[in-house]
């Protein structure tokens, strides 16, 4: 459940300038694949297609053989979850911006995908708990502690798909580790895609891809990789 395809997917914003050339990935379900590349590879815009923010004019996308564009966008964003690089909270309680999108959630719930994110017991340990109010006029969170929401707030979602966007590039590289290890234990029974910058943050991937100017330059494993280098 949740095999990702790009099948010769060409893509550009404006028709005169191609950013992707004919991309070929195959992420079977449950695999992990990390997309690695420069700054302005193109990496983001293959997350962007994969959610359907613009409509393919050349080549597919299938997730589970089936071409996105004959999902329904909703069915996409409840297949699909992201932690993005920098996870921008609501001026709201740390508990709804756990639950923001999942409405019906119970307190149990969102306790059980804090603890799956590492930050419930922060979480309970402030002044009000899950009430408690986070952004310019509340709390201020760490980077660290913004992305174990953002992981919280995916694990309660529980996509069987799940795009890492740089989910660690904006942190120090202690917290960087930390955070890692727990995105490893949320990636299990999912597919993924790791959207990173360097190979050394990717080492686990089943495969790696390295995109350069819109092309796929190599891949293979961090192993096989390293040996071509
Ligand atoms: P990466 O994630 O690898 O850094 P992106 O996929 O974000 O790269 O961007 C690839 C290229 O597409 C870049 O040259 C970028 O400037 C361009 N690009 C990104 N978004 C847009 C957009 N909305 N309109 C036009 N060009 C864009
Ligand atoms: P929900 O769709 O239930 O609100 P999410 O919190 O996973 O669940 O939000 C996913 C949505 O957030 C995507 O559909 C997308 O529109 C948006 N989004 C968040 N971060 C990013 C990002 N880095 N790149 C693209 N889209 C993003």
Not at 123 to 131: A, F, K, M, Q, T
Not at 149 to 174: F, G, H, M, Q, Y
Not at 192 to 214: K, M, P, W, Y
């Amino acid at each position: 459940q949740g095999s990702v395809r790009f099948e010769n997917v060409r893509f550009g914003y404006e028709d005169d300038r191609k950013i992707l050339k004919g991309i070929d990935i195959e992420v079977p379900a449950g695999a992990t694949v990390a997309v690695v590349g420069p700054s302005g590879a193109g990496k983001s815009t293959l997350a962007r297609l994969l959610f359907r923010f613009y409509d393919l004019k050349s080549g597919r996308i299938t997730i589970d053989g089936q071409d996105i564009s004959q999902v329904t966008q909703d069915s996409l964003r409840a297949a699909i979850g992201i932690v993005p690089q920098d996870t921008v909270l609501f001026n709201d309680t740390v508990g709804y911006n756990i639950a923001y999108g999942r409405e019906g959630s119970t307190h149990d719930d969102i306790r059980a995908a804090a603890q799956g994110a590492a930050i419930g017991d922060f979480i309970e340990s402030l002044p009000d708990g899950y009430e408690t109010r986070v952004g310019e006029r509340g709390l201020k969170l760490s980077g660290g502690e913004k992305q174990r929401v953002a992981i919280a707030r995916t694990l309660l979602k529980n996509p069987p798909i799940l795009i890492l966007d740089e989910a660690t590039s904006a942190l120090d590289s202690r917290t960087e580790s930390e955070i890692q290890a727990t995105l490893e234990q949320i990636e299990r029974g999912r597919t993924t895609i790791v959207i990173a910058h360097r190979l050394s943050t990717v080492v686990n991937a089943d495969q790696i891809i390295v995109l350069e100017a819109g092309e796929v330059a190599e891949r293979g494993t961090h192993a096989e990789l390293l040996r071509k280098n």
